[in-house]
């Protein structure tokens, strides 16, 4: 009889996807805002990091809006990185929204409709509302299921209490059901929204720890509740504003938002629902938390763009807009002006510019070593020398390339760890943009429309063709 292999299952509970920046955890900085050597994934650039830093203390207090920041410096310098780092040191209260320059240029929506969305996207609204609850522990469930399927829907008791008093309640076929999909027990802790009838379940009672010997580790003791069984709990929402605009301007309402079908949003509904937000605030029932909006690649933007910038972040409820470009003096796109960064002067005077330096040998080192721990390589002492070199010599992000491909040809020579002959193999194999250029240079008549072709015999070229 064959033998039945049995293919292996691999736990998906978690995606193992490793980006380009999954190893920044946050900004490396310390309680004073003072920037450690190597932290949180993030080597060098200390006084951009400071700066940063400072930033993210303006944000967190929440008091100042429209401010904008442009991180700007060569390219490979860890401007994007900087700016992860600043997403991650927010929390997740603040929101965080990220584009390129060039995903505003769509044929669905105008660039100045893209640019706003955007914008309330990074804008928070904390709203707090009083909501009626039951709470208590479950003492028991009762419920009767009726003899033939055509009959009657099911119906029940369940006696819930507290320290203080103890209450029988009636139970319903939808309140059943919920039950029935929190799997809520006799010993459980539960709480009952009375407006939504939603049932979260809190933990089990202490009272209850004894009655089985084994627990799973997610299983999580509470007390019994106090006091009575019907309380008024504060509860908060937090949601941004490009949220609020899409439930009230689809006729879907909230399923817009899972659709992604959000088209362009008129200005009555925005101005309608920032007057409605402004008038909770008065109350004391909603707060604005002001986030981030990160635009890479800003050079990307034309004049319109810009202009639309300058009027954006003069608004009181303006997030703190960080850009980022790797541009020296050149054109503004829309214009044949040229200007540093291919930023308009009237948008440049309202940023505080943070420049990135371009890194040493020994920064280039100890980034490597974090990038091989990320994608799980083990190398040797001279690899790491030798593609710390090639770091230098070439760029930062063609020797972080080159850390999965020698590993890649370790494993094909059956080794575990990577050693100079990897990385050798593997320079050899893929070519910097310095050995292309030069590459390029001496073949350059082998190739199609080529400018030596063109200025010696496009002429001859021509009639060839047309032979």
């Given at each position: ?435 292309s250029t030069q590459y390029l240079m001496e073949y350059q008549k082998e190739y199609m429309f080529n400018e030596a072709s063109m200025v010696d015999g496009g002429e001859d070229d021509a009639d060839t063709m047309l032979e």
């Amino acid at each position: 009889m064959a033998e039945v292999k049995l293919s292996e299952s691999r736990d998906l509970t978690r995606i193992e996807r490793i980006g380009a920046h999954s190893h920044i955890r946050g900004l490396g900085l310390d309680s004073s805002l003072e920037p450690r050597d190597v932290s949180q994934g993030m080597v060098g650039q200390t006084q951009a990091r400071k700066a940063a830093g400072v930033i993210l203390q303006m944000i967190k207090d929440g008091k100042i809006a429209g401010r904008a920041i442009l991180l700007a410096g060569q390219p490979g310098t860890g401007k994007t990185a900087i700016a992860m780092g600043m997403a991650k040191s927010l929390g997740l209260e603040t929101p965080f929204s990220m584009l390129s320059g060039s995903e505003i240029f769509s044929l669905e929506m105008s660039k100045t409709e893209a640019l706003m969305q955007a914008f309330r996207k990074s804008i928070g609204v904390r709203i707090k509302e009083d909501t009626e609850v039951i709470e208590g522990e479950v003492v028991e469930i009762q419920i009767d299921r009726p003899a033939a399927s055509s009959a009657a829907s099911k119906t029940g008791k369940m006696t819930l209490k507290t320290t203080d008093m103890e209450t029988v309640y009636d139970l319903g076929a939808k309140m059943i059901e919920a039950l029935g999909k929190e799997k809520v027990q006799s010993g459980d802790v539960i709480a009952i929204d009375k407006a939504s009838g939603k049932i979260t379940k809190l933990g089990r009672s202490f009272s209850r720890s004894r009655d089985y010997d084994a627990m799973g580790p997610q299983t999580k003791f509470v007390q019994c509740p106090d006091g009575e069984l019907q309380k008024r709990k504060e509860v908060v929402h937090c949601v941004t504003l490009h949220e609020i605009d899409v439930i009230n301007s689809r006729t879907q309402g909230f399923l817009a938002l899972f659709t992604g079908d959000t088209g362009e949003i008129r200005a009555e509904v925005r101005e309608q629902i920032d007057t409605k937000v402004a008038e909770w605030r008065e109350e004391g029932k909603a707060e604005i938390v002001p986030g981030v909006l990160f635009i890479d690649e800003v050079h990307m933007l034309d004049i319109e763009c810009f202009s639309f910038l300058n009027r954006a972040l003069e608004n009181e409820m303006a997030p703190i807009l960080v850009v980022a470009t790797n541009r020296g003096i050149t054109a503004i796109r829309g214009t044949n002006y040229k200007s540093p960064h291919g930023i308009p002067i009237d948008l440049l005077d309202r940023l505080l510019i943070i420049t990135t330096q371009p890194y040493s040998m020994d920064e280039i080192r100890k980034i490597l070593d974090i990038r091989s721990q990320e994608e799980d390589v083990e190398m040797s002492e001279d690899a790491k020398q030798l593609l710390t070199k090639i770091g230098h010599e070439t760029s930062l992000r063609y020797a972080i390339h080159l850390i999965t491909a020698a590993a890649l040809n370790c494993q094909k020579r059956k080794a575990k760890v990577v050693e100079v002959q990897d990385v050798t193999r593997v320079y050899s194999l893929f070519l910097d943009v310095r050995r292309s250029t030069q590459y390029l240079m001496e073949y350059q008549k082998e190739y199609m429309f080529n400018e030596a072709s063109m200025v010696d015999g496009g002429e001859d070229d021509a009639d060839t063709m047309l032979e």
